[in-house]
């Protein structure tokens, strides 16, 4: 049986990276709440279910959360989990994940539970309504549902720590929500391919409207212009949201350099896919992301000089 620092890995090595940085009991509580939320995600993405099914799940696995609902009422369907998705490393150990959360303090659990089990009502919403975004509102609230209360939780959990975020802590918790806006834009960006592959298009009908397209154009490589239009909103869409995320970073301070270099890593890492994604038709035919280099030089820069906003802001605009 794998540890549950083996199944961070497995699922996800580069957020691995920052939460290993983290000081306990935050390290326990992030990881925790990461895994959590990884189940949720691997309910609503994987390919083997029926949307009538992954909604029950979700909406059980809400209950399990807040001790409504027995472990057992999932367990088989997601112990036995055989999708190829990283996520599904999280759902195969759901019991090791489950008794983790309940071995937390009592504050940081129901902050946990609160924000994932809201996180994991707002994807069973999302199934059921099905992959129909009107506008840019729509794609923020889904988003907000799957990534901002991701930074409502961590926002909440960092308060513990950090007498800056608690004193600032309405103005956190809204830029750590936009925060989680970017990161979630940019795997938009990052997912076009593949989520088209399986049926969903992240792109509002207001997107299409303003580049003069229809959502099948998009993914036509004779004729990348159209796609290229959309995927000029979604870049400037993430820049706005990732400026935010700076901004949030900056409110941490030095001396929580753990935290920092946390919340650094997705940030620089955001920055420089949009980077790479910028006026690039390849993000509709495969995905689009930094190599392993640029990773660990990312990984390296950042464990150096992060404790200063204005190397940030100046790496930031490097990356650019």
Not at 1 to 5: E, R, V
Not at 64 to 76: D, F, N, Q, T, Y
């Given at each position: 049986?794998?540890?549950?620092?083996q199944v961070?890995?497995?699922?996800?090595?580069?957020?691995?990276?920052?939460?290993?940085?983290?000081?306990?009991?935050?390290?326990?509580?992030?990881?925790?709440?990461?895994?959590?939320?990884?189940?949720?995600?691997?309910?609503?993405?994987?390919?083997?279910?029926?949307?009538?099914?992954?909604?029950?799940?979700?909406?059980?696995?809400?209950?399990?959360?807040?001790?409504?609902?027995?472990?057992?009422?999932?367990?088989?369907?997601?112990?036995?989990?055989?999708?190829?998705?990283?996520?599904?490393?999280?759902?195969?150990?759901v019991a090791?994940?489950?008794?983790?959360?309940?071995?937390?303090?009592?504050?940081?659990?129901?902050?946990?539970?609160?924000?994932?089990?809201?996180?994991?009502?707002?994807?069973?919403?999302?199934?059921?309504?099905?992959?129909?975004?009107?506008?840019?509102?729509?794609?923020?609230?889904?988003?907000?549902?799957?990534?901002?209360?991701?930074?409502?939780?961590?926002?909440?959990?960092?308060?513990a720590q950090?007498?800056?975020?608690?004193?600032?802590?309405?103005?956190?918790?809204?830029?750590?929500?936009?925060?989680?806006?970017?990161?979630?834009?940019?795997?938009?960006?990052?997912?076009?391919?593949?989520?088209?592959?399986?049926?969903?298009?992240?792109?509002?009908?207001?997107?299409?409207?303003?580049?003069?397209?229809?959502?099948?154009?998009?993914?036509?490589?004779?004729?990348?212009?159209?796609?290229?239009?959309?995927?000029?909103?979604?870049?400037?869409?993430?820049?706005?949201?990732?400026?935010?995320?700076?901004?949030?970073?900056?409110?941490?301070?030095?001396?929580?350099?753990?935290?920092?270099?946390?919340?650094?890593?997705?940030?620089?890492?955001?920055?420089?896919?949009?980077?790479?994604?910028?006026?690039?038709?390849?993000?509709?035919?495969?995905?689009?992301?930094?190599?392993?280099?640029?990773?660990?030089?990312?990984?390296?820069?950042?464990?150096?000089?992060?404790?200063?906003?204005?190397?940030?802001?100046?790496?930031?605009?490097?990356?650019?």
């Open positions: 049986m794998q540890t549950l620092d961070l890995r497995a699922t996800s090595r580069t957020f691995a990276i920052g939460i290993e940085r983290l000081p306990q009991p935050l390290r326990e509580e992030v990881k925790v709440a990461y895994l959590v939320l990884r189940i949720s995600d691997y309910i609503e993405d994987n390919r083997s279910m029926p949307s009538e099914r992954k909604v029950e799940l979700l909406e059980q696995w809400h209950a399990v959360l807040h001790r409504k609902a027995a472990l057992s009422s999932i367990e088989v369907d997601l112990r036995n989990a055989d999708d190829a998705l990283p996520d599904a490393q999280a759902a195969r150990h090791q994940v489950h008794a983790a959360l309940g071995e937390l303090a009592p504050r940081a659990r129901d902050v946990i539970v609160r924000h994932a089990g809201d996180s994991t009502l707002g994807m069973a919403r999302w199934v059921a309504r099905g992959p129909d975004f009107a506008d840019e509102a729509d794609l923020d609230d889904y988003m907000h549902e799957v990534a901002g209360r991701v930074g409502l939780l961590l926002t909440e959990l960092f308060s950090s007498g800056a975020v608690r004193r600032n802590e309405d103005e956190m918790m809204r830029l750590g929500r936009e925060f989680g806006l970017g990161l979630q834009t940019v795997n938009v960006i990052r997912g076009l391919h593949e989520d088209h592959e399986r049926g969903w298009v992240f792109v509002p009908r207001s997107f299409l409207a303003q580049a003069g397209v229809d959502a099948e154009a998009l993914f036509d490589p004779k004729a990348p212009e159209p796609g290229l239009r959309v995927l000029s909103i979604f870049t400037e869409k993430a820049d706005r949201h990732l400026d935010a995320a700076r901004r949030y970073i900056a409110g941490i301070e030095r001396r929580h350099h753990g935290i920092r270099v946390f919340c650094l890593l997705p940030y620089f890492f955001a920055v420089a896919t949009v980077v790479k994604s910028r006026g690039n038709a390849e993000v509709f035919t495969h995905e689009v992301k930094i190599d392993r280099d640029e990773v660990r030089r990312i990984t390296r820069d950042t464990a150096m000089f992060g404790l200063s906003n204005r190397w940030v802001r100046r790496y930031a605009r490097r990356l650019r």
